[in-house]
């Protein structure tokens, strides 16, 4: 492999190619097809992953680990933040506002790639160079030394577009307050003042198996109370009732063994 | 196994990418297909650098992850804002100028 121009790769990178090129292609499959925005980002950072083990076969040592470290690391959490910030449930709508744009567009997808595709297959490449020789000092200096010789005018250019984007993001999502601020004594003020549940909201259930936030606490009377559950949960409809199963695993079990042992009454 | 093959992987999946910004209506996940997109596009790019011998290709790809850092960072505020304001991240509801 050290040749200055190979034929082949090794059997072991094209066995790494078959397996992962199959696992890359799976994941970008699911991030289009998949309903809900989160399976769509854990199958592009599975996608991104594989990617990244790719780079590294082909002798990118350094974009290896910076594909891991920035996009699965820091944009697929960002992605993952926005998601939960917009709404995990917030499904895609599968109305089609223009007619057939879904079929149109899977058309032009196909032959898109299809194009692509054969224009890379009419290349004819037999042999390549391969990176031993570029690689020969290491894969970080030669990069640094490029950056910092050949395309130090794009890096400092890059400098500015991150403090540009650092700032825009700031800019975009700051919401300015349009009233002031009530404070503490104000509002429990506001509350004594309409006379609605002047003392401090009632904790949630606690039951033998479950303590979580979800599960209310009961009344008097034995119903759920909805002041128990907090009003994002309740408006979500994530509120979970175990208040029955004690008592009905408790009446499943004594079922069970009167069964039993009124078998073996029998059996005497 | 010729490298090539890395060519056309990458150019499956940046298809598929540029399948599902058309397909779907989630701004969020067309915003995902982008970026399979560009991790086609580095694919491409980093081959090609193998294939020619030298690094070039490798800072171009160095770049399209900064460049793609900026995007997301900027995209999804823009994704944010238009939740808060319309509270839904559908591409179809953002067709009106204003609310």
């Known amino acids: ?142 990069l640094a030394a490029l950056i910092f010789t050949k395309y130090v005018w794009a890096f400092e250019i890059t400098g500015a577009l991150l403090i540009t984007a650092a700032v825009g993001a700031m800019v975009l999502t700051h919401r300015e307050r349009t009233e002031r601020r009530h404070t503490q004594r104000e509002l429990s003020e506001q509350r004594v003042r309409e006379g609605k549940q002047v003392p401090p909201l009632p904790a949630p259930g606690v039951y033998a198996l479950h303590n979580a936030v979800d599960n209310p606490g009961l009344l008097p009377d034995g119903t759920p109370s909805a002041l128990t559950v907090s009003d994002t949960l309740r408006a979500r409809g994530q509120v979970r009732d175990v208040s029955g199963e004690a008592l009905d695993s408790l009446a499943e079990l004594e079922q069970r063994s009167t069964e039993r042992l009124g078998r073996k009454e029998v059996g005497k | 196994m010729n490298p090539v093959n890395y060519l056309y992987l990458s150019a499956l999946l940046f298809t598929i990418g540029a399948a599902g910004v058309l397909i779907r209506r989630n701004a969020i996940v067309v915003f995902m297909c982008i970026e399979l997109m560009l991790n086609a596009s580095n694919l491409a790019f980093v081959t090609f650098s193998r294939l020619h011998g030298n690094l070039d290709g490798q800072i171009i790809a160095f770049f399209t992850m900064v460049v793609a850092a900026a995007e997301v960072v900027v995209g999804l505020a823009i994704i944010v804002t238009i939740f808060r304001s319309r509270h839904s991240a559908s591409v179809d509801d953002a067709s009106l100028m204003k609310l």
């Open chain 1, 1 to 142: 492999m050290n040749d200055l121009a190979a034929y082949t790769t090794s059997t072991g990178e094209a066995f790494q190619f078959w397996v992962l090129g199959t696992v890359a292609v799976v994941g970008a499959l699911g991030t289009v097809l998949m309903k809900k925005a989160v399976h769509s980002a854990l199958s592009l950072a599975g996608t991104m992953i594989v990617l990244a083990v790719f780079y590294l076969a082909q002798g990118a040592y350094f974009l290896g680990v910076v594909q891991i470290v920035v996009y699965t690391g820091a944009i697929m959490m960002l992605f993952l933040f926005v998601v939960m910030l917009v709404g995990i449930t917030a499904a895609d709508s599968l109305k089609e506002t223009l007619k057939g744009q879904r079929w149109l567009a899977a058309v032009c997808g196909i032959g898109f790639g299809i194009l692509l595709i054969a224009g890379i297959s009419n290349a004819q490449l037999h042999s390549f160079a391969g990176l031993g020789e570029a690689n020969a000092k290491g894969n970080v200096e030669g």
